[in-house]
């Protein structure tokens, strides 16, 4: 895997300098170019002139940032998105690792393919990008604001570490845990009978129990990587 991961970190800069298309690979990457092209349809004639960028943390398993987006001054913005949420891999050596073992990437595939069926409130997406050979995403999403998260990191961190798994306490508010239950339920209901699980292992092996269906158990976790 140390292997893999140096390999993608030193062979990405070169693959990038070949591809037709500009992605950014890291939130210095993104451009007013790049958001004029890809919030094409959002933006109605509108034209992007500048932008600012606010970093968040999401944990370990990508870069993120919220997006501010400022127009021209004349421009007709009512339904234009002034803000958005921009996902993408890791740079380092630690992220690419955790992008190749927890297969990351494959949260594109689920806008790309899974998304519109789904039972959950999820936003809108308006651009994905994974590289077929390093793994490397970049998504952008709808700006869920002013929606809150359940549990920031640092809410996690703090009580769950080696040294206070069994001493603290945590609470969230029931009415906010059954809402997202009944959610979760409607998700994994969708998809619980038989038929539906082997259509899904049959056309879409990317998924984590594709593998698994097919190897009668053998598998557990592999799945391939498009």
């Not at 519109?116 to 809108?124: G, K, R």
């Amino acid at each position: 895997l140390l292997v893999s991961a140096l390999t993608i970190r030193v062979s990405s800069p070169i693959l990038r300098m070949f591809r037709s298309s500009h992605t950014p690979n890291s939130l210095d990457d993104i451009t007013t170019t790049w958001l004029n092209k890809v919030l094409a349809k959002q933006r109605n004639e509108a034209t992007i002139q500048s932008f600012s960028l606010e970093e968040f943390d999401v944990g370990k398993t990508s870069k993120s940032g919220r997006i501010t987006i400022h127009y021209g001054t004349s421009d007709n913005t009512n339904n234009a998105p002034k803000t958005a949420i921009i996902k993408m891999t890791r740079i380092d050596i630690e992220g690419i690792i955790l992008n190749l073992v927890l297969k990351l990437y494959r949260e594109v595939l689920f806008y790309e393919e899974l998304a519109a069926e789904s039972q959950l409130n999820i936003p809108i997406c308006y651009f994905t990008s994974c590289d077929s050979l390093t793994g490397e995403f970049c998504i952008l999403l709808e700006d869920a604001a002013p929606a809150e998260m359940l549990a920031t990191p640092d809410d996690i961190r703090q009580h769950y570490t080696n040294e206070t798994w069994n001493t603290n306490s945590w609470s969230l508010p029931l009415n906010d845990l059954e809402e997202m239950c009944s959610m979760i339920t409607k998700q994994h209901v969708q998809y619980c009978s038989q038929d539906t699980v082997m259509r899904m292992a049959n056309t879409r092996p990317w998924l984590m129990f594709a593998n698994l269906i097919a190897s009668g158990g053998k598998d557990l976790g592999e799945s391939n990587m498009m």
